[in-house]
């Protein structure tokens, strides 16, 4: 069993930044790959970023490429997703998740363990 917390949202202006954090808590997080999602209102979850398990390798929805980064320290067991630039629409609920399987994978099936979230909100 793994478990995420996620903290770090919050209210901000368009322009701003902000940085996201996910501490992980159980097995070894070495094991899996990790993943950042978000989910407006009335809308699918969707895809934001994706980090391998050592780190060295990072994966980026269109939408935010250029103004979001993902990061990891295992030493801290922790996953941070980096937000510059933000616009309205990157208004959402954030969550981290977990998942073993090596490469990318965008889809929200197959990820073995999910975080709370954490609403970011986005003014113009």
């Known amino acids: 069993q793994v478990r995420l917390v996620e903290s770090g949202g919050g209210l901000v202006q368009a322009g701003d930044s902000l940085t996201l954090s996910c501490a992980a808590s159980?097995?070894?997080?070495?094991?899996?790959?990790m993943g950042w999602f978000r989910q407006a209102p009335g809308k699918e979850r969707e895809f934001v970023a994706r980090?391998?398990?050592?780190?060295?390798?990072?994966y980026y929805a269109d939408s935010v490429k250029g103004r979001f980064t993902i990061s990891r320290d295992n030493a801290k067991n922790t996953v941070y997703l980096q937000m510059n630039s933000l616009k309205p629409e990157d208004t959402a609920v954030y969550y981290c998740?977990?998942?073993?399987?090596?490469?990318?994978?965008?889809?929200?099936?197959?990820?073995?363990?999910w975080g709370q979230g954490t609403q970011v909100t986005v003014s113009s």
């Open positions: 998740a977990a998942d073993r399987r090596i490469g990318y994978y965008r889809a929200t099936s197959g990820y073995d363990y």
């Open positions: 159980g097995r070894t997080f070495t094991s899996y790959a």
């Open positions: 980090i391998n398990k050592s780190g060295s390798n990072t």
